[in-house]
């Protein structure tokens, strides 16, 4: 079993960088692959990134390609979202999930789940 909690979120000025952070419980956090997910008022939860075991392989929703990374610290038990160029459409909050072993786009799939961090991008 895996407890998640987001940190890191706030209010950025449009083409602004914020870095959200997730830490993990366990000792076993090496053993699940992390997704990052998105959800603005009114509209359904939309899939960001996510990243492999040992961080090797990363993938990312065509909508913050190039702007988005995803990082993982097993030692500290602890995933990261680098979000640059933010716009304001990428205002929602901001989920963590864990699944065992590989990932997935699917929220579906994702057993556990961060409380979410607010992220606020003003034009």
């Known amino acids: 079993q895996v407890q998640l909690v987001e940190s890191g979120g706030g209010l950025v000025q449009a083409g602004g960088s914020l870095r959200l952070s997730c830490a993990a419980s366990?000792?076993?956090?090496?053993?699940?692959?992390m997704g990052w997910f998105r959800q603005a008022p009114g509209k359904e939860r939309e899939f960001v990134g996510a990243i492999s075991r040992n961080g090797g392989t990363t993938y990312y929703a065509d909508s913050v390609k190039g702007r988005f990374t995803i990082s993982r610290d097993n030692a500290k038990n602890t995933v990261y979202l680098q979000m640059n160029s933010l716009k304001p459409e990428d205002t929602a909050v901001y989920y963590c999930?864990?699944?065992?072993?590989?990932?997935?786009?699917?929220?579906?799939?994702?057993?556990?789940w961060g409380q979410g961090t607010q992220v606020t991008v003003s034009s």
């Open positions: 999930a864990a699944r065992f072993l590989t990932y997935s786009n699917d929220p579906g799939s994702y057993p556990y």
């Open positions: 366990g000792r076993t956090f090496s053993g699940y692959a």
